[in-house]
């Protein structure tokens, strides 16, 4: 099983990004996935969550900005990311939680970086 994460890259404010995260292995139709972000000295926080049927959560910081969807034949989940602002900065990882094999797997990290 293994995440790969894509898409990261250096925007100026006011910029978009979309963040891709294709899986392989038998994982993700049937499992809730995730954005999380780590800005420098700060802890990992989770950014958006889908579930297998399509509903989604934000963290409050990034409501209104940023849409998180999936295609689950394409077994990727996508980050799209609007209005970008300098606190975006970080590295973002996905995470899908397999329900078949009970436990967490995380993509390798894209760093994004917004300047002002």
């Known amino acids: 099983v293994q995440l790969q994460a894509s898409g990261g890259g250096l925007v100026q404010a006011g910029g978009s990004l979309r963040l891709s995260c294709t899986a392989s292995?038998?994982?993700?139709?049937?499992?809730?996935v995730a954005w999380y972000r780590q800005a420098p000295e700060k802890q990992r926080e989770l950014v958006a969550s889908?579930?297998?049927?399509?509903?989604?959560n934000y963290v409050d910081s990034v409501k209104g900005r940023f849409t998180i969807s999936r295609d689950n034949v394409k077994k990727t989940v996508y980050l799209q990311m609007n209005s970008l602002q300098p606190d975006d900065t970080a590295v973002y990882y996905c995470?899908?939680?397999?329900?078949?094999?009970?436990?967490?797997?995380w993509g390798q990290g894209t760093l994004v970086t917004v300047s002002s």
């Open positions: 995470y899908v939680n397999s329900a078949r094999w009970g436990r967490a797997y």
């Open positions: 889908i579930t297998s049927g399509g509903s989604t």
């Open positions: 292995g038998s994982i993700f139709s049937r499992d809730a």
